[in-house]
């Protein structure tokens, strides 16, 4: 049944040529994961991580060098599987010659949509574009068009989303709005594939992580298990050898003993705190520090 | 071919919204007025020169066009990547490569019509006949237009507009040549030249102009033959595209 997630990408690796015939870039290198249906992916790594080019892979726009993509068990460019797709890329843009409501217009018709002229203006109102559907393209700023670009991505109710940095150019009011159509997308049924440098988007919606680096896969699991497999406490405590403060983590089935026990011992605790890992650490320690290629 | 004809309804509203239509198509007509504003000194008959080079100025504006309308497209897509969302999820390639090409014929087509009849008033104006043929001529070449068109998309595919303009022009001047001519830019080997020029398009059949001028009429078989000839030459230009298209990362 593997083959038939969303997304399966198995042992993918794309290379591109150097000028001057100087060998290849690596830019992605044997990396398998899936989308499975109703999940929300996080897709995470630095400039340059390979994000963009596993997504363009996914979506066809370039062709694997080798490995093999499969969207619901079909080849990208089967035209029953983008139907069931939305794809708001990086820093979308479109021809300025036009207004949003002629490219819904278009986009749905080149789609094969039966939405009314006022299903579009209510899409484009719950993007946050309600008074600029007539208004020229031109006229818009970097977060209008990737507002417009997720109403179109949106027009079809599609089953799978693919997000490339959907957020990069937003103010943070209009990312949690972003955060909240992204939700009800998925509690509508979509599954949803996220690549976004920004982590708390990250960590406040995805149910599963997929962390790259030089172009390679350094971790993938669910939140839970990213953040911390059971719940951990920090102990902060006095040495006893300097009188320099110590930390000492510990799951919590053990904490009660070992407070018992540093109490037996004359050591002074200073405090007892949940040791929660953002993704960010997560994150830096997957990728050596954050180290870019 | 519902996303096909979407699309290239969006080409050529896109199209006829830039100011390069509107430029190309205004040198072409102060270019027929100024071609009948020039006395002809050798030609007895002053219509049949009108005729000769308006017809001529109207056969260099086909190619303008097709290099001012789609040297550009693709090339423009890409880098302001307005092609990324079409070509991710509505469009397949082949729907984009057609509809782009038919929204930009149909635009050139149009201009062709309009340099056709503005010949038609300048002949009027010099209280000249206009000959029956004009239309066909201007069909001919129009159909010549297409075929340069699905040239200049063929090298949009891997040529910078600066080299498409070069590359599209040497196609169309060789189109021209007789096999004589051809093989005359490499005698040593007349044989190779001679199946070369036989592959190469043949545009000399979409000209009229001459009989047209010298008042003969044109048979509508042998006009048919010329638009069969042209629309395949086109379709073929277009598949080449498309294969150099589909192999294409887009990054």
Same mark, same amino acid.
């Given at each position: 049944m593997t083959d038939m997630h969303p997304i399966q990408v198995t042992e993918l690796s794309k290379q591109f040529p150097r000028k001057k015939r100087l060998g290849s870039v690596h830019a992605v290198s044997d990396i398998s994961f899936n989308v499975k249906h109703g999940e929300i992916v996080g897709f995470i790594g630095h400039n340059g991580a390979g994000k963009t080019t596993t997504i363009k892979c996914i979506l066809g726009l370039l062709k694997p060098s080798e490995g093999s993509i499969s969207l619901w068990g079909k080849a990208p460019a089967d035209s029953r599987v983008r139907k069931r797709l939305g794809y708001v890329p990086e820093n979308p843009d479109y021809d300025n010659s036009f207004t949003p409501m002629e490219y819904m217009n278009m986009f749905a018709s080149m789609r094969g949509l039966a939405g009314t002229q006022n299903d579009w203006k209510k899409l484009l109102g719950r993007v946050g574009l309600a008074r600029w559907e007539t208004t020229g393209i031109k006229q818009f700023s970097k977060g209008m068009k990737q507002r417009m670009s997720l109403a179109i991505?949106?027009?079809?109710? %599609?089953?799978?989303?693919?997000?490339?940095?959907?957020?990069?150019?937003?103010?943070?009011?209009?990312?949690?709005?972003?955060?909240?159509?992204?939700?009800?997308?998925?509690?509508? @049924?979509?599954?949803?594939f996220l690549s976004s440098h920004i982590l708390s988007d990250v960590e406040t919606i995805c149910h599963r992580a997929v962390i790259l680096a030089g172009g390679r896969l350094v971790a993938e699991?669910?939140?839970?298990?990213?953040?911390?497999?059971?719940? #951990?406490?920090? =102990? +902060?405590? =006095?040495?006893?050898?300097?009188?320099?403060? /110590?930390?000492? /983590?510990? %799951?919590?089935?053990?904490?009660?003993?070992?407070i018992d026990s540093l109490r037996r011992d004359n050591i002074r605790i200073v405090r007892v705190e949940a040791a929660i890992k953002s993704l960010e650490e997560v994150f830096l320690t997957a990728t050596g520090g954050g180290e870019s290629q | 071919m519902k996303a096909?004809?979407? !699309?290239?309804?969006? +080409?050529?509203?896109?199209?006829?919204?830039?100011?390069?239509? $509107?430029?190309?198509?205004?040198?072409?007509?102060?270019?027929?007025?100024?071609? *009948?504003?020039?006395?002809? !000194?050798?030609?007895?008959?002053?219509?049949?020169?009108? #005729?000769? !080079? @308006?017809?001529?100025?109207?056969?260099? @504006?086909?190619?303008?066009?097709a290099l001012g309308l789609a040297a550009n497209l693709y090339p423009r897509d890409k880098e302001t990547r307005t092609l990324m969302p079409l070509v991710a999820v509505p469009l397949s390639r082949w729907q984009y490569l057609l509809g782009?090409?038919?929204?930009?014929?149909? /635009?050139?087509?149009?201009?062709?019509? /309009? +340099?056709?009849?503005?010949?038609?008033?300048?002949?009027?104006?010099?209280?000249?006949?206009?000959?029956?043929?004009?239309?066909?001529?201007?069909?001919?070449?129009?159909?010549?237009? $297409?075929? #340069?068109?699905? +040239?200049?998309?063929?090298?949009?595919?891997? *040529?910078?507009p600066p080299l498409n303009w070069p590359l599209t022009t040497m196609l169309f001047i060789v189109s021209q040549m007789s096999v004589s001519e051809f093989t005359g830019l490499l005698p040593s080997a007349p044989g190779l030249m001679r199946v070369l020029r036989m592959i190469l398009p043949h545009a000399d059949v979409f000209h009229i102009k001459d009989p047209i001028a010298h008042g003969f009429s044109i048979e509508p078989v042998y006009f048919l033959i010329a638009v069969f000839y042209g629309l395949c030459y086109s379709a073929f230009m277009l598949s080449l595209a498309l294969a150099v298209f589909r192999g294409r990362d887009l990054k």
């Open positions: 991505a949106l027009q079809s109710n %599609p089953d799978l989303l693919v997000l490339d940095e959907p957020t990069g150019g937003l103010d943070p009011i209009a990312r949690k709005e972003f955060r909240e159509i992204i939700l009800e997308e998925n509690a509508r @049924g979509a599954s949803v699991n669910s939140m839970e298990k990213l953040l911390g497999e059971e719940n #951990l406490y920090r =102990i +902060t405590v =006095i040495s006893r050898k300097d009188g320099k403060e /110590v930390e000492e /983590v510990i %799951p919590e089935a053990d904490l009660q003993t070992r | 096909v004809y979407t !699309f290239s309804l969006m +080409t050529l509203h896109m199209l006829f919204r830039r100011r390069t239509l $509107w430029g190309i198509l205004l040198v072409i007509l102060l270019a027929l007025a100024g071609i *009948a504003s020039v006395p002809s !000194f050798d030609v007895s008959n002053q219509g049949r020169f009108i #005729l000769d !080079f @308006g017809l001529f100025g109207i056969e260099l @504006g086909s190619l303008l066009l782009r090409f038919f929204g930009a014929a149909i /635009v050139q087509a149009a201009a062709l019509l /309009v +340099t056709c009849l503005g010949l038609m008033l300048i002949l009027l104006f010099h209280k000249l006949p206009v000959p029956g043929d004009l239309l066909p001529a201007t069909l001919l070449i129009i159909v010549e237009g $297409w075929f #340069l068109l699905s +040239t200049v998309f063929f090298f949009s595919f891997f *040529a910078s």
